[in-house]
């Protein structure tokens, strides 16, 4: 499995505010990027597989909805953790 719950917790404590703190929008994005990331790999090897082609492009979504909303009410949030990530605008 890709995902244990100790890369989980590692990837909200350092995204998040605490590595309980599953809820941040911050450490739900790094958790997506974490995941898009995985899939996009998986799909360079695997062209064909369209159930996973469409996960990805969902979660790409649920990504970018997250950034929207910090982009509207914190901008300073928004900044760092693309920043962070290194993702585009």
């Known amino acids: 499995m890709y995902l244990t719950p100790e890369t989980k917790q590692e990837l909200f404590k350092e995204h998040g505010k605490g590595e309980f703190d599953t809820g941040s929008a911050e450490g739900q994005i790094a958790l997506f990027t974490f995941r898009i990331s995985h899939l ?3 799909l360079k ?3 064909k597989d369209r159930v996973t082609q469409r996960s990805l492009v969902r ?3 649920k ?3 997250l950034l929207d909303y ?4 914190e ?3 928004y900044r760092a953790i693309i920043k962070k990530l ?3 605008k």
């Open 59 to 61: 979660m790409v979504g």
């Open 86 to 88: 290194g993702l585009r």
């Open 40 to 42: 996009t790999e998986h």
């Open 45 to 47: 090897k695997n062209r």
């Open 70 to 73: 910090l982009k509207k009410n």
């Open 75 to 77: 901008i300073e949030r």
């Open 63 to 65: 990504r970018r909805r």
